[in-house]
């Protein structure tokens, strides 16, 4: 399974800023997933994030609030823009590829928004 | 439309008990996959086991096994001789093929069952 890394670990922002988060793969990956995970809540998809092109959002996300780059097969970033305390959550990023393959989930941003 | 049900939100066992956790799923895809993740208080997410929908077998690993079902769509999922260490929330998830099979996987996560371990 790859190796993936999150950075940061966790972070307290003030209302009204942006703060962007990291992903690195150990390895190449076609697909990147970013998942926003709410204080005792399940997980949901944001969006999937090919390298090469534009990131395809879930309902209820839009790029304008959360950014995502792709910028080659084992980094990706997404950012939380314009934050307000209903942001606050756990933001996980995972990789896999076709549906019969396993997912496996970086360590998670812990955000919390003042 | 699929759907992951995790009807036990919490539960409490003391240790060495054994403790079922239940997950029941909707798809209309004749192909698809369930996976069963763990998520201790660190926050991360711990994969442990991936089924396809073809594959009925229970499996077991240590003390952990799956019982997979799909004339109930269930898909469970037993500690047996629980440990303090199994306290965590624990996630059912369905994927299903996207785009005639080769697009992207999207994994649908049920709510979660916490377990505590009490010593």
């Known amino acids: 399974s790859a190796v993936i890394s999150q950075k940061p670990s966790r972070d307290i922002c003030q209302r009204g800023t942006s703060l962007t988060i990291q992903c690195q793969v150990d390895s190449q990956v076609t697909m990147m997933f970013w998942y926003r995970q709410q204080p005792g809540q399940s997980l949901t998809l944001i969006a999937t994030?090919?390298?090469?092109?534009?990131?395809?959002?879930e309902s209820g996300f839009v790029i304008d609030k959360f950014p995502i780059s792709r910028p080659n097969l084992t980094f990706s970033t997404l950012t939380v823009s314009n934050m307000s305390p209903e942001d606050s959550s756990i933001y996980l990023c995972?990789?896999?590829?076709?549906?019969?393959?396993?997912?496996?989930f970086g360590p998670g941003t812990r955000l919390l928004v003042l | 439309a699929q759907k992951v049900t995790q009807a036990q939100t919490e539960i409490s066992v003391v240790e060495k008990e054994d403790v079922t956790l239940d997950c029941v799923y909707e798809?209309?895809?004749?192909?698809?996959?369930l996976f069963w993740y763990k998520q201790p208080p660190s926050g991360e997410l711990v994969f442990l086991i991936r089924?396809?929908?073809?594959?009925?077998q229970n499996e077991i690993s240590g003390r952990y096994s799956w019982n997979f079902q799909k004339s109930t769509s269930s898909f469970n999922f037993t500690i047996t001789a629980s440990q303090v260490v199994d306290s965590a929330v624990y996630f059912c998830?369905?994927?299903?093929?996207?785009?005639?099979?080769?697009?992207?996987?999207?994994?649908?996560f049920g709510t979660g069952t916490r377990l505590t371990v009490i010593p």
């Open positions: 798809t209309r895809d004749t192909t698809y996959y």
């Open positions: 089924r396809n929908s073809f594959d009925e």
């Open positions: 995972s990789v896999g590829g076709t549906a019969q393959e396993t997912q496996y």
């Open positions: 994030a090919n390298q090469g092109s534009e990131a395809t959002y």
């Open positions: 998830a369905l994927s299903e093929a996207r785009w005639g099979g080769t697009g992207a996987n999207n994994l649908f």
